[in-house]
């Protein structure tokens, strides 16, 4: 079973611009979270997916935003990028009919470098 | 969010159990206790969740007692490949929806030859 994919690895971009970031979560799966995680520091939530909808989302400035396709694969898109959001972005997949959201599964991340 | 407490860091030795306890006195009736492992510059990876009683898959084991304030996760046979940080996670039940995760400090596990 492939698990949660993201593109690119790397990304790097001057202060001012857009960065799209895509995931692709594990098939059957159908809920996507987007987690930032500068360096030194822990995850931090930005936005949950669920069936194509956003069902929440994390203490982030209105340019963090995303969508999730009929495929249920995501896109995060940062506007306006400033040096701060120089980070690891995390994209997860949670599986349907599970107990508990607590079982995410992550994929190997965007590392990106705002310059 | 049930508060945790798991030890700061633990030493082991290739091919030994290693047992990592968490305490979560204030866990709630509809909470799991699910535990992540990480390594550095990655993302976390699940690794066991459970409600009560024991848990066993092919990379670990989690015990929980009855009555649910600690829990043990038990990796048998550590190799070098197991340094890594362990997270243990208290919450995400299922009236909760989306939860999103939060860590703690963890507990950095040092494996050596």
């Known amino acids: 079973e492939a698990g949660v994919t993201q593109s690119p690895t790397h990304l790097i971009k001057t202060r001012g611009q857009q960065a799209t970031l895509r995931c692709s979560p594990i098939?059957?799966?159908?809920?996507v979270y987007w987690y930032q995680q500068a360096l030194g520091l822990g995850l931090q939530f930005l936005l949950w997916?669920?069936?194509?909808?956003?069902?929440n989302r994390g203490n982030f400035p209105p340019r963090f935003s995303g969508r999730q396709f009929p495929n249920y694969s995501s896109e995060l898109n940062v506007n306006a990028l400033e040096l701060e959001d120089s980070a690891l972005y995390l994209c997860?997949?949670?599986?349907?009919?599970?107990?508990?959201?607590?079982?995410?599964?992550f994929g190997p991340g965007t590392r990106l470098t705002v310059t | 969010l049930a508060k945790t407490t798991q030890p700061i860091s633990m030493d082991s030795y290739e091919g030994q159990e290693v047992n990592i306890t968490c305490s979560h006195n204030?866990?709630?009736?509809?909470?799991?206790i699910t535990w992540y492992q990480q390594f550095p510059s990655q993302g976390p990876r699940f690794i066991i969740q459970?409600?009560?009683t024991k848990v066993t898959n092919e990379v670990a084991s989690l015990f929980i007692p009855a009555d649910r304030k600690s829990s043990t996760l038990s990796l048998p046979r550590v190799s070098l490949s197991d340094t890594a940080v362990y997270y243990c996670?208290?919450?995400?039940?299922?009236?909760?929806?989306?939860?999103?995760?939060?860590f703690g400090t963890g507990t950095q596990l040092k494996v050596e030859l």
């Open positions: 997860a997949s949670h599986p349907p009919g599970t107990q508990s959201s607590y079982e995410q599964y």
């Open positions: 098939s059957g799966h159908t809920s």
């Open positions: 997916y669920d069936e194509g909808e956003e069902r």
């Open positions: 204030n866990i709630a009736t509809n909470d799991y």
């Open positions: 459970g409600y009560k």
């Open positions: 996670l208290v919450g995400g039940g299922v009236t909760g929806g989306g939860n999103k995760l939060t």
